[in-house]
């Protein structure tokens, strides 16, 4: 399943780019699993996504929780919690 | 309707003001709101955000207050990028026939706006933290 993954502030910072886009294997179904599997793949992406409870998540520019279900082609926002206004 | 921008550049609120109320006779009561930077001189204050997303909160934002209130008119912008102490950074003008919706959703719309709108600021000191207090006065809406 391929995914666009889009990082913004500090998160953008730590994983070094604004974004990617990533095919999974059908292992992963939702956020919490695709977060999993990009934290086996290295020290940066464990860093950035040590703690999801400080983190959001936007699916197709809907906020959702670790539990939203992917859909192929669908676009993934990765950020800390908002500080706008 | 409440219109909504996203925009780097700055705003007027005297010119957006009139541009709102302009030929109307039925606005009794004009809310506006301006958010401004805060430091000490000198300071820069940089403002990312998530396009399309930030466009597409700001106007489910903006719909709900005028489904909860009875509005005449509004205009939310919302600027990014790098900003000095001073600058404007949010404005919400709100027009309705009487004040007590003007001043509720405009409070509603800047209380949404805080948790909502998928803005981050960034200054000398790194990340701006989110503020718990924010999402206290987003809850009350609920």
Known sequence: ?85 | MINTRVQAETFDVATESARLTSGSRDIGALVSFTGLVRGDAGDTLTLEHYPGMTERMLQEIATEAERRWALSGGLVVHRYGRLSVGDPIVLVLIAARHRGEAFEAANFLMDWLKVKAPFWKKDADGWVEAQGSDDVAAERWS
Do not use: W
């Open chain 1, 1 to 85: 399943m391929n995914i666009r993954l889009v990082y913004f502030a500090r998160v953008r910072e730590t994983i070094g780019k604004d974004g990617e886009t990533r095919e999974f294997d059908s292992s992963v179904t939702c956020v919490a699993e695709a977060l999993t599997a990009l934290r086996a793949e290295g020290e940066t992406y464990r860093i950035a996504f040590q703690e999801p409870e400080k983190l959001r998540f936007a699916l197709d520019h809907q906020f959702v929780d670790v539990s939203a279900k992917l859909h192929e082609g669908a676009e993934l926002g990765i950020f800390p919690p908002v500080t706008g206004g």
